[in-house]
Structures are given as structure tokens and as C-alpha cells.
């Protein structure tokens, strides 16, 4: 197992939520670590990326100014801090990783490990 999701639940709309993803195994070695979430019926959409070594962060336009990732001293660990949060960010969110660095958003073609993911439900 590379990447484990916690935090997900149910929340009312304008609440908060932290999720974390703990890496392990070859994942930790990865360039950056993403967020994307998936609701039903759309294509898994990405949310947020870190880079491990510099901490440089990307926030996906739809989530600017509401979500923060962040990852602790040793880079294993990823947080998304998820504020306001809006019936449409509805979604199971997966943790994943990649060995590729992007500018921008990181496409999920580029991942190389995926958590099982966790699903967060607002509620309006």
C-alpha cells in the first residue's frame, strides 16, 4: 500500500474538512503529491498539488481561496485543508502521486500511485 486517505464525511455546505494521505513504500520518493476528486457521472478532476522537496504549491481555479494542500517537514504526509465547502465539491478525493513536476495542474495520466480514496459529501 503507497497512499492511504482519512478525513472524509459528511459535512454541511459552508463547513470544513481536513483530509490526509500518508505515504509509504516507493511513493515517497515521488515529485509532488496531488488531490483530485471524482464525482459521479464526470471525469476525476484535479484539485491541488505540492511539490516534496520545495513545498510549491498548484490550487485548480475551481478551489482557489477555499482549499490549502500542505505536507509535513518530512514530505510523507498530505493534508488538503477544504473551507466553505460547496454542495459541488461533493466527490471521492484521492491522494496520488507522481514522479513527473508540472507548471500547472498535474493531468492524471501522469500519476504514478493512487490512494483507494475518500468521499466527502456536503450537504446544502
Known amino acids: 500500500v503507497h497512499l492511504v486517505e482519512s478525513g472524509g464525511g459528511l459535512v454541511q455546505a459552508g463547513g470544513s474538512l481536513r483530509l490526509s494521505c500518508i505515504a509509504s513504500?516507493?511513493?515517497?520518493?515521488?515529485?509532488?503529491m496531488c488531490w483530485f476528486r471524482q464525482s459521479p457521472g464526470k471525469e476525476r478532476e484535479f484539485v491541488a498539488s505540492i511539490r516534496r522537496s520545495t513545498g510549491i504549491t498548484y490550487h485548480a481555479d475551481s478551489v482557489k481561496g477555499r482549499f490549502t494542500i500542505s505536507r509535513d517537514n518530512a514530505g510523507n504526509t498530505v493534508y488538503l485543508q477544504m473551507n466553505s465547502l460547496e454542495s459541488e465539491d461533493t466527490a471521492i478525493y484521492y491522494c496520488a502521486a507522481s514522479r513527473t513536476l508540472f507548471l500547472g495542474p498535474t493531468p492524471p495520466s501522469a500519476i504514478d500511485y493512487w490512494g483507494k480514496g475518500t468521499l466527502v459529501t456536503v450537504s446544502s
Open positions: 513504500g516507493r511513493a515517497i520518493s515521488s515529485a509532488s
